[in-house]
């Protein structure tokens, strides 16, 4: 179909999983992690301060009794202290989380920023008179608020109900006072839980012209088969060029091919196509960390073309993807914040009964 299509469906483990289509074509995926999920990406932990790691930059804070998390930021606390952190991305298997000191109390029209005071909209609505109004709706909702907290207001606000907006950015408020009147007691504890799979959905993928949630919804739409190819390191680009995204323990290793043709501007049209169609595939794939690109052959004075095709590409990504450089070799670097456990990982154990 075209146009914006969300399915929410459950994993027989009963984890939850949601899948956004655009215009009939996979775009993104999100998964309820493995493993302690009460520790995954945006949880908020009333930590305690633990032994410093020497060499690390960082030290290990106590998350709940049997949990612990990694916190670079540790200068100047004292082992011991209590400390407030939100899990900032996924960790690797047998690995604490990584978390950090700065925290966000975000739903899906605001985000209420504790040590960053004053009150901003999102960039892309431009419309002036839906500003002024979600400038209002700021004002009333921070007023009396304590001076260190700030808002945004998301660029979904531009086409939510105000009613909705301004609930949502008072329980962001409320929420945020709560926590963190609670961050001083000693013991450690989970303040927030995690977003699962379906809330991330409805945070995060705006408003669909379809929502499904029905049981079964993921076999009656086809989406398990869409999957399956999520899943294949292969992905076809137009002329006959293809790409290959495969993980590793270390990086993401991307290998683009020209395929059958030959012309003197293969290399630089499979690239231009792949550059284009890399960050769905890492989306959909969960995909992150230092990702290498092996571009087909092609000359160094084509460089500053491909780097504009990627940024093109990246703009309208909501995760942190940035060109790192070039290598020596002539390979591109990236380098993406993790805030998925990878779909394979995931759903790989599962898929083949479905």
Request: include cysteine.
């Amino acid at each position: 179909m075209k146009g914006r299509a969300v399915y929410l469906d459950s994993l027989p483990d009963e984890r939850r999983i949601a899948a956004l289509f655009e215009d009939g074509q996979l775009s993104d995926v999100i998964v309820d992690p493995t493993g302690a999920p009460d520790a995954g990406p945006g949880a908020i932990f009333r930590a305690r301060m633990g032994r410093p790691m020497k060499g690390q930059g960082g030290a290990i804070v106590a998350l709940t009794q049997t949990e612990n998390g990694f916190l670079r930021e540790a200068k100047g606390l004292a082992p011991g202290a209590p400390v407030l952190v939100q899990v900032s991305t996924v960790a690797e298997p047998g690995k604490a989380p990584p978390v950090t000191r700065r925290i966000l109390f975000k739903s899906r029209y605001a985000i209420v920023t504790p040590g960053k005071p004053g009150f901003n909209i999102s960039r892309t609505i431009r419309d002036e008179e839906r500003r002024v109004a979600l400038m209002e709706i700021a004002e009333a909702a921070m007023d009396g608020a304590d001076a260190d907290l700030g808002l945004i207001l998301r660029s979904s606000a531009e086409v939510g109900d105000l009613d909705a907006v301004a609930d949502d950015a008072s329980a962001m408020r409320a929420l945020a006072e709560a926590v963190l009147g609670d961050a001083d007691t000693a013991a450690p504890a989970l303040l927030v839980d995690a977003p699962d799979a379906h809330h991330l959905a409805w945070r995060e993928w705006g408003h669909p012209d379809l929502l499904d949630d029905t049981p079964g919804c993921f076999a009656a739409a086809g989406v398990w088969d869409a999957l399956r190819d999520a899943l294949s390191p292969r992905v076809g680009l137009p002329v006959g060029a293809s790409m290959y995204v495969e993980p590793t323990r270390a990086l993401v290793a991307v290998d683009v091919n020209t395929g059958p043709d030959t012309s003197p501007a293969a290399g630089l049209k499979a690239n231009v196509a792949a550059l284009r169609a890399l960050p769905r595939a890492l989306r959909v794939r969960g995909l992150a960390g230092q990702i290498i690109v092996d571009l087909a052959p092609f000359p160094k004075r084509d460089r500053t073309q491909l780097e504009q095709v990627l940024k093109s590409a990246l703009r309208a990504e909501r995760a942190e993807i940035t060109l790192a450089g070039w290598t020596p070799l002539g390979h591109m670097e990236l380098q993406a914040k993790r805030e998925r456990q990878p779909l394979i990982r995931g759903i790989a154990d599962v898929l083949p009964d479905l």
